[in-house]
């Protein structure tokens, strides 16, 4: 059974740190890439950041450039997204997804669409 546990959220003021971690199980990372989400209060669901299925290419949202970094410990299977210098902005559920966009493919999508997993979100409060 595919699952996907994330975890690392919390409550930080601006300017802080976070680091998310996603933990997938029940699939082989080497056929998925990995997504973050986020969804802030009565908005849609936008993507953040990509990890591709080979680990070599990432992709991120304008609005996080620069200051997200996504990471993926192979041996641990374990994906990471660091989030410094955050803003009040940032503040959402943040989610990690799992799609099937090729075997140890160099494709990376920031579109919901393209993943099939979610994991149940945690929350990240950005406030002073």
């Known amino acids: 059974q595919l699952q996907l546990v994330e975890s690392g959220g919390g409550l930080v003021q601006p300017g802080g740190s976070l680091r998310l971690s996603c933990a997938p199980s029940g699939f082989t990372l080497d056929y998925y890439a990995i997504g973050w989400f986020r969804q802030a209060p009565g908005k849609e669901r936008e993507g953040v950041s990509c990890i591709s299925s080979s680990g070599g290419s990432t992709r991120y949202a304008d609005a996080v450039k620069g200051r997200f970094t996504i990471s993926r410990d192979n041996a641990k299977k374990t994906i990471y997204l660091q989030m410094n210098n955050l803003k009040t902005e940032d503040t959402a559920v943040y989610y990690c997804?799992?799609?099937?966009?090729?075997?140890?493919?160099?494709?990376?999508?920031?579109?919901?669409?393209?993943?099939?997993?979610w994991g149940q979100g945690t929350q990240v409060t950005v406030s002073s």
């Open positions: 997804a799992a799609g099937r966009l090729g075997y140890y493919s160099s494709a990376t999508s920031l579109i919901r669409e393209s993943y099939g997993y």
